[in-house]
């Protein structure tokens, strides 16, 4: 068969199967469409049915046709990237920014300290969970980042489904977790300083506020049927310089539609082009996150790294969420409702460990036990906010 017939076998496999599961199954209250393809990415790979069909591992995801679908993979979480940060409104955290500061802090720190404990201790069971270019201050905080975040494009359809969105619990869970959302791509930035490169991170960032200003003064004079292309432009150059400086693609993908508004797309586009995003590339996205998933520290070993760092990830989001109660003074049962609700880590932490794999900062155990501990942390969250929500009633409708 030819490559291209090949790789629409590959495409065929990563749109239908994970969907035929998610629709027979019935799995939409406790794991949404795109949980299930991360699942079913990991399961696709070479550490399970990989393992046990090799021949149709070699046949399906030879090297050309994984090297086609990366192509489309990149693009899509670049698209995927810029569109949360052009969603980013940090306007009502900063009118409540007392309240919002204590939360999303504690949120953060806490489960961040005993993420990075649990680095700790990882790297004293076995250097097998550094990756080859990764320091050890490095790989201990990036194993606590990816442990204490907040994944927020997920947390907007769990809080839809729950139908607590619009409500004023929803509008300042947003506000925590749009914080801890620009924390990640700081302590990524501060994770990829280069000292070798300093002189181009610091051309890049000087580069970027002055092309970010140009842009933005552009964006207002154009018609909005020509902010669409400008955008994408722009994305590209920011992708291109953020990779060249030696940050990562991502990070300028982030930066590049932070600094653009979201009504200028129009909010309903904006809607509409993420669901687009999700449906059609970004399941590429997914299968080629499974791909990369391994098990050379042996089955045993990572399952029970990936449960240690559940432990610290759940455990301290609840913690300081508890504390940030305390604090605030919050009514009975609020903060673990809220703590649960900020469990979910799949797509950014997801993201944020294929960074740190694509600087070899991590080992692919390590990526695979994040893997495992992001989905697991994610699937636990609806089952454990909805009877929480139900018994604290009117919660929801209360103001801050």
């Known amino acids: 068969m030819t490559v291209t017939e090949v790789y629409l076998i590959a495409l065929l496999i990563i749109l239908a199967v ?13 794991a949404p469409l795109v949980v299930v393809q991360i699942i079913a990415g990991i399961l696709l790979g070479p550490g399970v049915i990989g393992a046990v069909f090799p021949d149709y591992y070699a046949f399906v995801f ?37 309240e919002t500061g204590v939360t999303a802090g504690l949120a953060l720190g806490v489960p961040l300290a005993l993420g990075s404990l649990a680095g700790l201790l990882l790297l004293g069971w076995s250097e097998s969970w ?29 809080m839809e489904k729950l139908e607590i969105l619009r409500t004023a619990l929803g509008q300042r869970i947003l506000r925590y977790a749009s914080l801890d959302d620009i924390a990640i791509w700081g302590v990524l930035a501060l994770i990829l300083l280069d000292w070798e490169r300093i002189g181009r991170q610091v051309a890049f960032l000087i580069g970027f506020i002055i092309a970010a200003w140009l842009v ?12 669409w292309p400008i955008g994408l432009i722009w994305l590209a150059l920011c992708g291109l310089a953020g990779d060249w400086s030696g940050l990562h693609y991502m990070v300028g993908a982030f930066l590049a539609g932070t600094v653009l508004d979201a009504k200028w797309f129009g909010l309903e586009a904006m809607d509409r082009f993420r669901q687009i995003i999700l449906l059609t ?3 590429v996205f997914f299968l080629s996150t499974g791909l990369r998933t391994q098990w050379e520290s042996g089955g045993v070993a990572v399952i029970t790294a ?19 109660g305390r604090i605030l ?3 009975r049962g609020e903060a673990q409702l809220i703590g649960w609700l900020l469990q979910t880590k799949a797509l950014i932490m997801i993201i944020f460990a294929n960074v740190l794999l694509d600087k070899q900062i991590i080992s692919s155990s390590t990526f695979t036990a994040l893997l495992l501990m992001a989905v697991a942390s994610t699937m636990l969250t609806v089952p454990m906010s909805n009877p929480l929500l139900k018994r604290l009633g009117r919660i929801a409708d209360r103001d801050t």
């Open 281 to 283: 590339i970004m399941p």
């Open 130 to 158: 550094r990756g080859p270019e990764g320091a050890g201050w490095q790989v201990v905080l990036g194993i606590g980042m990816a442990c204490a975040v907040t994944a927020l494009p997920i947390l907007v359809l769990f």
């Open 329 to 331: 003074r919050w009514q």
């Open 306 to 324: 990936a449960g240690v760092l559940l432990v610290a990830a759940v455990g301290g989001k609840l913690l300081g969420l508890a504390i940030a």
């Open 18 to 30: 994970p969907w035929l599961v998610w629709r027979l199954l019935g799995s939409d209250a406790w």
């Open 216 to 227: 933005r003064k552009l964006m207002i004079r154009v018609q909005e049927a020509d902010r």
């Open 62 to 98: 030879r090297p050309d046709v994984i090297t086609a679908l990366n192509g489309v993979a990149w693009w899509a979480v670049m698209l995927f990237v810029w569109i949360a940060g052009i969603e980013l409104d940090l306007s009502q955290a900063w009118k409540h920014r007392r």
